[in-house]
């Protein structure tokens, strides 16, 4: 029962051959899947699905954001009609895997079969056919896996670049490409770098869609935010609460009318940026004018609507790096510099304070460097002059299309005479 007989010659491939009816294929396919499923691995990505995918708006460019809403969308499409070739291209911890894996949860939850699998690990699994007691010969598992409705293979590019390997990976993306099975694919190799034959498949705009996500690696950034707010020695924000645009003093009572304005531009600078933190914001004149006021402003608001802020002293931050090389610390280097370089919001207080050695200098240009290549929201303050600050941080500061600069030309608080207490300021949509 299930079974059929054809009815063909003697000497036909199939003569006496039982083959299984349509509902016992199906249910041998289903077995089969399930056992793939199982070297996949795949359970530990079964929360990956498209409502808990980000788009990191709050911490990305709007392109970039851009990128990873167009893969979103296809990703969804591919899911609801899977159909033709889907090529998700992007660096490390973009989101290519959260959104392959999404794509087989979601065919999973409708009943239909997907099979998900790393593609270093396939090959493995492949290898481990040979094995003398291996449950499966090697045929019978490509058969599997190339016949599989939907496949999606992870990471191309990631494995070993034997002769063996390419071959098998070249068989198998050829049998799919000539049977035009519905497949999906994620890579962070260039394409230039993958085989020539199954670059070529790949690029076949008549069968495949090509997503490119162009974002930081969501991964080191989450390590990153949780290294930040754990580890006060370096973050002096909790420190700063009471400086706010609520407890601001305009001294306009106290100023000439020229530099009550001045500082009345200031604040308007500083509020907007908190409203809008892009690129560079630089405040700089005389100590105990109010730069660090409105730093911390600043970075209290954005702190106050959950963002993620980094407020340093310069020279206290590169003795924190330097702390990296003692041997008693347990955080290394490489990891401390990146928690400052990719901070979601940066504050540098007291640029040009810090000792001007040639290990100084060059961090600091490094950092800085990285930051405005990256458009990343960034202050600084400095009582130190523009003209006298090191040249290659000077050119990216003075850079119109990066970076505003504002000078406060007003003495410092404490020479106020008969300065009265500092009273707070009321600013529109904001509580005290």
Not at 130 to 151: G, M, V
Request: aromatic share 8%; net charge neutral; hydrophobic share 40%.
């Amino acid at each position: 029962m299930g079974f059929y007989v054809l009815d063909v010659p003697v000497g036909h491939p199939l003569f006496g051959k039982a083959i299984p009816c349509e509902c016992q294929r199906e249910e041998w396919q289903r077995r089969s899947l399930r056992q793939l499923q199982r070297i996949s691995h795949f359970e530990h990505l079964q929360n990956k699905t498209f409502d808990t995918f980000s788009l990191r708006e709050e911490e990305l460019p709007p392109a970039q954001v851009e990128t990873l809403r167009r893969a979103l969308e296809a990703a969804r499409r591919f899911a609801d009609a899977p159909e033709g070739w889907l090529l998700l291209i992007g660096g490390l911890g973009t989101g290519k895997t959260h959104l392959a894996a999404a794509i087989a949860n979601e065919r999973i939850a409708r009943g239909k079969p997907a099979l998900f699998i790393v593609v270093p690990d396939l090959l493995d699994h492949l290898r481990a056919t040979f094995h003398p007691q291996s449950d499966t010969t090697y045929d019978e598992r490509f058969e599997e896996i190339r016949k599989a409705p939907l496949l999606i293979l992870d990471d191309l590019g990631a494995e070993s670049a034997t002769s063996w390997a390419q071959e098998k990976l070249y068989q198998l993306i050829n049998y799919r490409y000539n049977a035009k099975l519905p497949t999906v694919f994620t890579t962070n190799a260039r394409l230039d770098q993958l085989e020539s034959r199954i670059r070529s498949r790949l690029l076949d705009h008549t069968l495949t869609t090509v997503c490119h996500l162009d974002a930081p690696d969501y991964r080191i950034r989450q390590q990153l935010i949780k290294d930040l707010t754990e580890g006060p020695e370096l973050n002096i924000l909790p420190y700063l609460g009471d400086m706010t645009f609520a407890t601001w003093d305009d001294r306009a009572d106290k100023l000439p009318r020229t530099q009550a304005e001045n500082l009345e531009r200031a604040l308007a600078l500083a509020l907007a940026y908190a409203e809008h933190p892009r690129n560079w914001l630089v405040f700089t004149g005389p100590y105990g004018s109010g730069k660090t006021h409105l730093a911390a402003a600043i970075a209290n608001e954005r702190a106050r609507r959950g963002d993620h802020v980094l407020f340093v002293v310069v020279p206290d931050l590169l003795d924190y790096l330097r702390g990296a090389f003692n041997p008693e610390s347990t955080v290394p280097y490489d990891r401390r510099f990146e928690e400052v370089k990719r901070a979601p919001l940066l504050i540098l207080d007291d640029l040009g304070t810090e000792s001007a050695t040639p290990w100084a200098r060059e961090k600091l240009y490094q950092l800085l460097n990285f930051r405005y290549n990256a458009h990343l929201p960034t202050v600084i303050t400095t009582a130190k002059p523009i003209d006298q600050i090191d040249e290659r941080i000077r050119t990216r500061i003075l850079d119109p299309r990066r970076s505003v600069v504002f000078a406060l030309t007003v003495p410092p608080y404490m020479q106020d005479p008969d300065r009265p207490p500092r009273r707070a300021r009321k600013t529109k949509g904001r509580k005290g």
